[in-house]
C-alpha cells in the first residue's frame, strides 16, 4: 500500500536510538525526508548508518528538554523546510513513587514531556494548518490509560500530554491536520533497560530474572519489537489515516486491561 508521504518532510525527536529511531525509519522507508532530532552528535552518527542509502535524513543535535535546545532544533528544522510530520519522542522521566522524586525530576519531567510537546506543536502545526495537511504524533506510554507503578512522572506528565493534544486535536481538525498518541508498552530499548535495571536494584534482584518475570506476565509473551511501533506511526502518517484524530492509540501487545483501552 502506497501511504502517500513521498513528497513529506518528517521531524523526529529522540530519533538516534529505540522507539523514535524506528518511527523516523518507517517513516524513511514510506519515502518521507526525515530530520532526526538528539542530544548527542556520536549517537545521531551511529542512527545514521540505520538508513538505506538514498534516503533522504538530516541529523540535529539538541535538547528537548530545554527552551535553548527547542529553539535551536527549530532553527535548524526551519531552515531545512516545512515539516509535515511532527514526531514529538523523548527520553522517559527518572522513575520512582509519588514521594520519592524532589522538585527537580517533577520540574525536568514536566519540561521535557509536557512544555516540550507544546512548544513544538506551537511552533510547527500552524504551518502545517496553513499548509492544509499536518500530522502530528506523539510517544506516550500505556501509562496515560492504566498508571504504572514506581512511574509517578510519566504518569502525571504523559497524561497531562494526552489532554493538551485531545483539545488541539479538535482545534486543528478542520484544517487537515491529525493529533494523535501512540501508547507503547514494553520495547527493551536502552530506556527499557535503565527500568529493569531500576527494578533489580529496588528489589534485590537481578536484571534478568526481573525481565523474565515481566515477559511471563505479558499477554504475548515477548518484548515487543520497535519496528511495530514505528509501523504505526507511518500508518498514523498517511493518507490512509486522514480521518483518525485525537485518537490515543495502544502498541502495548494487549498490557492494558481496561475495556475502554
Ligand atoms: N521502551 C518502552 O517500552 C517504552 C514504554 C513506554 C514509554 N516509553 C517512552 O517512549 C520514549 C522513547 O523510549 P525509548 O525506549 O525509545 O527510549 P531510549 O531507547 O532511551 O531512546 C531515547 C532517545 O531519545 C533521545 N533523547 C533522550 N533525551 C533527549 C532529549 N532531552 N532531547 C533530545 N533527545 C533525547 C536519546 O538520544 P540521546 O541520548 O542522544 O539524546 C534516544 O535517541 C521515552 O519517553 C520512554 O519513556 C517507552
Request: with cysteine.
Amino acid at each position: 500500500m502506497d501511504y502517500g508521504l513521498g513528497k513529506r518532510k518528517a521531524l523526529v525527536g529522540g530519533a538516534s536510538k529505540g522507539l523514535g529511531l524506528a518511527a523516523a525509519k518507517a517513516l524513511a522507508a514510506e519515502g518521507c525526508a526525515v530530520a532526526l532530532v538528539s542530544r548527542s552528535e556520536e549517537n545521531l552518527r551511529e542512527a545514521a548508518k540505520a538508513f538505506e542509502p538514498g534516503q533522504n535524513i538530516l541529523t540535529i543535535a539538541a535538547d528537548l528538554s530545554t527552551a535553548e535546545g527547542v529553539r535551536s532544533c527549530i532553527a535548524r528544522a526551519g531552515a531545512w523546510g516545512p515539516v509535515d510530520i511532527l514526531v514529538n519522542n523523548t527520553g522517559g522521566p527518572t522513575p520512582g513513587r509519588s514521594f520519592e522524586l524532589d522538585e527537580t525530576a517533577w520540574g525536568k519531567a514536566y519540561e521535557s514531556l509536557l512544555l516540550y510537546t507544546k512548544r513544538m506543536c506551537e511552533h510547527f502545526v500552524p504551518g502545517m494548518r496553513q499548509r492544509g495537511w499536518g500530522r502530528v504524533i506523539t510517544i506516550t506510554s500505556y501509562s496515560v490509560k492504566e498508571p504504572i507503578e514506581n512511574l509517578v512522572l510519566s504518569n502525571v506528565f504523559r497524561t497531562g500530554v494526552t489532554a493538551y493534544l485531545k483539545v488541539l486535536a479538535r482545534e486543528v481538525a478542520a484544517d487537515g491536520v491529525t493529533v494523535n498518541t501512540v501508547l507503547p508498552g514494553a520495547y527493551r530499548t536502552e530506556r527499557y533497560e535503565q527500568l529493569l535495571e531500576n527494578t533489580a536494584r529496588r528489589t534485590g534482584r537481578d536484571k534478568e530474572t526481573v525481565a523474565a518475570e515481566l515477559v511471563a506476565r505479558l499477554p504475548q509473551k515477548r518484548f515487543q519489537k520497535p519496528e511495530e511501533l514505528g509501523a504505526l506511526v507511518a500508518f498514523l502518517a498517511s493518507e490512509q489515516a486522514s480521518g483518525i484524530t485525537g485518537a490515543a492509540v495502544p502498541a502495548d501487545g494487549g498490557m492494558l486491561q481496561s475495556l475502554l483501552s
